[in-house]
């Protein structure tokens, strides 16, 4: 899906976990806690996760299927051991920039479509920020999939109604 929906786009952005092997975000680094855990670090709660996407391992690879060949950009994200990043602008503090922004607009992009994983992580975050920094927002969301941790997934659609972004399915993409 997310292939043809690529398809449809002149410019694209991939973006990648890219972890340390002993990142703040893999529930295996606290001793006593388990995935899906939420704890409090510096810069507020983080939720825990199963060890995922370690650089360069197999487990960071884009699936293999994804064919993607004029994706202009592929931004790795979380790559510092001691912050976590859900969205694609900023890591989990909403301060730490990855530099898309500065990317986007250098291109002179207004609008961005997002799809992938999470719905109600990476993508609800990288949304709010895009929003935040004055894009033009749409979420493709049956090119979503979600967790659904404590309601997150309500909660995701809640607060990207309140911000303005628009949510569309795949047959809505011209
Ligand atoms: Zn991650």
């Known amino acids: 899906m997310i292939n043809r929906l690529a398809e449809r786009f002149d410019h694209v952005v991939l973006t990648q976990d890219w972890h340390p092997s002993n990142h703040l975000s893999f529930a295996s ?7 899906y855990e939420s704890i409090l670090v510096e810069y507020g709660p983080q939720i825990l996760w199963p060890d995922h996407c370690v650089q360069a391992t ?6 293999k299927d994804l064919r993607v060949p004029h994706a202009g950009l592929v931004l790795r994200k979380g790559i510092h051991r001691k912050i976590d990043s859900y ?10 920039p990855t530099g898309l922004v500065g990317y986007l607009r250098d291109r002179g992009f207004t609008r961005v479509f997002l799809a992938g994983l999470a719905f109600d992580f990476c993508v609800r975050y990288s949304a709010e920020d895009a929003r935040r920094e004055g894009f033009a927002v749409v979420v493709v969301e049956d090119a979503c999939r979600g967790i659904d941790i404590e309601g997150s997934m309500a909660a995701t ?5 309140k911000l303005g972004v628009v949510r569309i399915t795949t047959e809505a993409v011209d």
């Open 29 to 35: 680094e606290h001793p006593g806690k388990k995935p």
């Open 58 to 63: 197999r487990g960071a690879e884009f699936h």
């Open 87 to 96: 969205s694609t602008f900023y890591e989990n503090d909403r301060k730490t």
């Open 157 to 161: 659609r809640e607060s990207l109604e």
